[in-house]
């Protein structure tokens, strides 16, 4: 029997989340964010949870999976190392350049983001390769050698490489890698032709360069970080995750930083489509509040939606990634007065430290005080106790927003939630309305320290009907990180009309993609049994310039399949844009492979009634403020430990338990399923 552990940092609190399969236990813990280095409470934490579950040595854990936000705070914070370039001839200026539109068309005072690559570290290089894969003019090794030792003069750590039509011919870029190799072996180099093997120069050079920008430091925490581990005694290899909700080694991610954008966020998603589906509600849109950000994803059938690509402070990344959209609204989030005289919340976070005002070191008002102000959470502790609260301090904070405003305590607390119920709901309009989706047709699941808290309220804003909070919500991405496969994408642009007359041309490159996929799962000693692969298109109406990504089912490429792939592009686009133009030419522009490789993972249980009443899971009862009513209500709180299958509650109620906290509104009813999920009913007055 194995142990197996999940770790996510985030900018609050760092959760982990351990499974016993000689049991079949989940164990939780929680404990505060070391921001200056990360690993210090990924140890301590490991070191408290098995502690927790009676003096388990770490010698007994044999997989251990890690979400990291390090790669996207270097992003965000401009914290990368210095970083050079080596471009085609002509093309030094593209990275500022970008597609040549403002940041917001109707602000002329926006300024694009500063690059990470400065003009003078930008160096061209004679070569030429025209869009059909022809050679045109040779690379001109001279000019390289000069760039690089130029580079080396200017101590940048890293070198980006990245050539005009390379994804067709990377023999020039493979030159230059070797060529530095010679000259510079210390720098981090990232070519490309291997970040990204697609079309659209800018958006592919932004991608190479944020990879190398990143990429030391990523590299630096990951391999400091299993050494710690190994020094700790632990013996397994240890995986991070990656955007695409798959895990990989902690040293096959050092040298693709830039697939773990969204490392943190997408194993959330990943499990919390895995419990849902097992409960019966396969159409989901997960939402993630933590304590600085939230994040939110749309789940179809189980299957949560990908992207290519997302922008990052006004940078376009391109990796294959869930398709999460991020909103600075999370428990921490600061609220503030703009010179308007009008109540904001967020982005700005107190973060792990100074934190929230009742943690007892922040000042300013933050989401997680109003929560506290208006009785919500506990004002005494949170954490099973862990956590001690200074409801005193979070009543100060919250009267410095109150008395500018003419507002009462409560009503400023009460303020200041609308806010960021707003701000939350805009992010889920993102990924459902704007991508052709009603929100009113899914189930919303709340996770993260926050999530439930807010969940009730959301879902009448976006008008949905039911919410699904998982058992532990609080540690779902740790708990995701679980559930999850190892993954790896292979991708190539060759534009090809889609016919079943080019089918054997299309078989012919996914043939290609799974060969390089083949190579993949033998360097990671993959069993053929344990092999998956997942086979995408991305098609357009010949003459457009946007694709939708289509999935091609397993099996033989023949003109039945092409017939397939055609009608479910249609659909798509009817989806997306409102029609579809069968008489059009369609064709397909990037092929993309997703290896899959399946392993041991904690099992959903399905747990049957004990007998229990739901009065005997009452603990305590707690006046909270609920706007519904004007005042303070008498509220029951409900231990959801001793909550059984079965059990009804109607709202008002709260709900605790170590990792979070769920409110039920009035006419609010909850059922408890067997999966030990909180099914709730949103009703927008009693007779409903």
Same mark, same amino acid.
């Given at each position: 029997?194995?142990?197996?552990i @999940?770790?996510?940092?985030g900018?609050?609190?760092?959760?982990?989340?351990?499974?016993?399969?000689?049991?079949?236990?989940?164990?939780?813990?929680?404990? #505060? #964010?070391?921001?200056?280095?990360?690993?210090?409470?990924?140890?301590?934490?490991?070191q408290?949870l098995?502690?927790q579950?009676?003096?388990?040595?770490?010698?007994?854990v044999?997989?251990?999976?890690?979400g990291?936000?390090v790669?996207?705070?270097?992003?965000?914070?401009?914290?990368?190392?210095r %970083?050079g370039l080596i %471009?085609?001839k @002509?093309?030094?200026?593209?990275l500022?350049?970008?597609r040549?539109?403002?940041?917001?068309l109707?602000?002329?005072?926006?300024?694009k983001?500063?690059p990470? $690559?400065?003009?003078?570290l930008r160096?061209?290089?004679?070569?030429?390769?025209r869009?059909?894969g022809?050679?045109?003019?040779?690379l001109?090794?001279?000019?390289?050698r000069? *760039?690089?030792r130029e580079?080396?003069e200017? /101590?940048?750590?890293?070198i980006?490489?990245?050539?005009l039509?390379?994804y067709?011919?990377p +023999?020039?870029?493979q030159?230059?890698?070797?060529v530095?190799?010679?000259?510079f072996?210390e720098?981090y180099?990232?070519?490309s032709?291997?970040v990204?093997?697609e079309f659209?120069e800018y958006?592919?050079?932004?991608?190479?360069?944020?990879?190398?920008?990143?990429?030391?430091? $990523?590299?630096?925490?990951l391999?400091?970080?299993? /050494?710690?581990?190994?020094?700790?005694?632990?013996?397994?290899?240890?995986?991070?995750?990656?955007?695409?909700?798959?895990?990989i080694?902690?040293?096959?991610?050092?040298?693709m930083?830039v697939r773990?954008v969204?490392?943190?966020?997408s194993?959330?998603?990943? @499990?919390?489509a895995?419990i849902?589906?097992?409960?019966?509600s396969?159409?989901?849109?997960?939402?993630?509040?933590?304590g600085?950000?939230?994040?939110?994803?749309?789940v179809?059938n189980?299957?949560?939606?990908?992207?290519?690509?997302? +922008?990052?402070?006004?940078?376009?990344?391109?990796s294959?990634m869930?398709?999460?959209?991020?909103?600075?609204?999370g428990?921490?989030?600061?609220?503030?007065?703009?010179?308007?005289n009008?109540?904001?919340?967020?982005p700005?976070?107190?973060?792990?430290?100074? @934190?929230?005002?009742c943690?007892?070191?922040g000042?300013d008002?933050?989401v997680?005080?109003?929560?506290?102000?208006?009785?919500?959470?506990?004002? +005494?502790?949170?954490?099973?106790?862990?956590?001690?609260?200074? *409801? /005193?301090a979070?009543?100060?904070?919250v009267?410095?927003?109150?008395?500018?405003?003419?507002?009462?305590?409560?009503?400023?607390?009460?303020g200041?939630?609308r806010v960021v119920?707003?701000?939350?709901?805009?992010?889920i309009? $993102?990924i #459902?309305?704007?991508?052709g989706?009603?929100?009113?047709?899914?189930?919303?699941v709340p996770?993260?320290g926050?999530?439930?808290?807010?969940?009730?309220?959301?879902a009448?804003?976006?008008?949905?009907d039911?919410v699904?909070?998982?058992?532990?919500?609080g540690?779902?991405?740790?708990?995701?990180l679980?559930?999850t496969d190892?993954r790896? &994408?292979?991708?190539?642009?060759?534009?090809?009309?889609?016919?079943p007359?080019?089918?054997?041309?299309?078989?012919?490159?996914?043939?290609?993609l799974?060969?390089?996929?083949s190579?993949?799962?033998?360097e990671e000693?993959?069993?053929t049994?344990?092999?998956s692969?997942?086979?995408?298109?991305?098609?357009r109406?010949?003459?457009?310039n946007?694709?939708?990504p289509? +999935?091609?089912?397993?099996?033989?490429i &023949?003109?039945?399949?092409?017939?397939?792939i055609?009608?479910?592009?249609?659909?798509?686009?009817?989806?997306m844009y409102?029609?579809?133009?069968?008489?059009? #030419?369609v064709?397909a522009? %990037?092929?993309?492979?997703?290896?899959?490789?399946?392993?041991?993972?904690?099992e959903i249980?399905?747990?049957?009634?004990?007998?229990r009443?739901?009065? &005997?899971?009452?603990?305590?009862?707690?006046d909270v403020y609920?706007?519904?009513?004007?005042?303070?209500v008498s509220?029951?709180?409900?231990d959801r430990?001793l909550l059984?299958?079965?059990?009804r509650?109607?709202?008002? *109620?709260?709900i605790e338990?170590?990792?979070?906290?769920?409110?039920?509104?009035?006419?609010d009813?909850?059922?408890?399923?067997d999966?030990?999920?909180?099914?709730?009913?949103?009703r927008?007055?009693?007779?409903?």
């Amino acid at each position: 029997m194995t142990l197996r552990i @999940g770790v996510d940092t985030g900018g609050t609190f760092t959760d982990l989340c351990a499974f016993d399969e000689a049991n079949g236990q989940v164990h939780v813990r929680k404990v #505060s #964010s070391t921001p200056d280095d990360p690993g210090r409470a990924i140890v301590l934490g490991i070191q408290e949870l098995l502690e927790q579950m009676g003096g388990r040595s770490i010698e007994e854990v044999t997989y251990l999976a890690h979400g990291t936000t390090v790669g996207t705070n270097a992003l965000l914070t401009g914290r990368g190392v210095r %970083t050079g370039l080596i %471009t085609t001839k @002509g093309f030094r200026d593209l990275l500022e350049l970008g597609r040549g539109r403002r940041p917001h068309l109707y602000d002329l005072q926006a300024d694009k983001p500063e690059p990470f $690559v400065p003009r003078d570290l930008r160096l061209e290089v004679t070569e030429r390769v025209r869009h059909d894969g022809r050679i045109e003019t040779p690379l001109d090794l001279d000019e390289v050698r000069a *760039a690089v030792r130029e580079l080396k003069e200017q /101590q940048v750590e890293s070198i980006a490489v990245c050539l005009l039509y390379s994804y067709l011919r990377p +023999e020039h870029e493979q030159q230059i890698a070797a060529v530095i190799a010679e000259e510079f072996p210390e720098a981090y180099v990232s070519l490309s032709s291997d970040v990204l093997p697609e079309f659209r120069e800018y958006e592919r050079l932004s991608t190479v360069v944020t990879n190398a920008y990143i990429g030391p430091v $990523v590299a630096n925490y990951l391999g400091r970080l299993r /050494q710690r581990l190994a020094e700790n005694g632990l013996k397994c290899i240890p995986h991070v995750t990656q955007s695409n909700g798959g895990i990989i080694p902690f040293a096959t991610a050092e040298k693709m930083p830039v697939r773990l954008v969204l490392s943190g966020p997408s194993t959330g998603v990943v @499990g919390a489509a895995a419990i849902t589906s097992a409960a019966g509600s396969p159409d989901i849109i997960t939402f993630d509040m933590g304590g600085t950000s939230s994040d939110v994803s749309l789940v179809q059938n189980g299957e949560p939606k990908v992207t290519s690509g997302m +922008e990052l402070d006004g940078r376009p990344i391109r990796s294959p990634m869930l398709d999460i959209h991020t909103v600075g609204a999370g428990g921490g989030s600061i609220a503030w007065i703009d010179s308007g005289n009008h109540l904001k919340v967020g982005p700005a976070s107190a973060g792990a430290f100074p @934190g929230p005002a009742c943690y007892g070191n922040g000042q300013d008002a933050t989401v997680t005080d109003a929560n506290v102000v208006l009785q919500v959470l506990n004002p +005494e502790y949170l954490l099973d106790g862990q956590l001690k609260i200074d *409801a /005193q301090a979070s009543h100060r904070a919250v009267k410095a927003i109150a008395d500018p405003l003419g507002m009462s305590v409560p009503e400023a607390a009460q303020g200041i939630i609308r806010v960021v119920t707003a701000n939350m709901a805009r992010a889920i309009r $993102v990924i #459902s309305v704007q991508r052709g989706y009603d929100p009113r047709d899914y189930a919303l699941v709340p996770f993260g320290g926050a999530g439930p808290l807010h969940a009730s309220r959301l879902a009448i804003e976006l008008g949905v009907d039911r919410v699904v909070v998982p058992e532990t919500p609080g540690a779902q991405s740790a708990l995701g990180l679980l559930m999850t496969d190892i993954r790896s &994408d292979f991708m190539r642009t060759q534009i090809t009309h889609v016919s079943p007359e080019n089918a054997e041309d299309i078989a012919k490159i996914f043939a290609e993609l799974s060969d390089h996929a083949s190579d993949w799962f033998d360097e990671e000693g993959i069993e053929t049994e344990r092999r998956s692969v997942v086979r995408r298109l991305e098609m357009r109406y010949a003459g457009q310039n946007y694709e939708l990504p289509v +999935e091609l089912p397993e099996g033989d490429i &023949d003109a039945a399949a092409i017939a397939g792939i055609t009608e479910g592009f249609q659909r798509a686009h009817d989806r997306m844009y409102g029609y579809s133009a069968h008489d059009e #030419s369609v064709q397909a522009v %990037t092929f993309r492979l997703q290896a899959i490789a399946d392993v041991p993972r904690a099992e959903i249980v399905r747990a049957a009634a004990t007998g229990r009443k739901a009065q &005997d899971a009452v603990v305590a009862h707690r006046d909270v403020y609920l706007a519904e009513e004007g005042d303070y209500v008498s509220c029951p709180v409900y231990d959801r430990r001793l909550l059984d299958v079965g059990h009804r509650i109607v709202g008002p *109620a709260v709900i605790e338990q170590m990792d979070t906290t769920t409110l039920l509104l009035p006419s609010d009813v909850c059922v408890v399923d067997d999966v030990r999920n909180l099914v709730i009913e949103i009703r927008r007055s009693p007779n409903e």
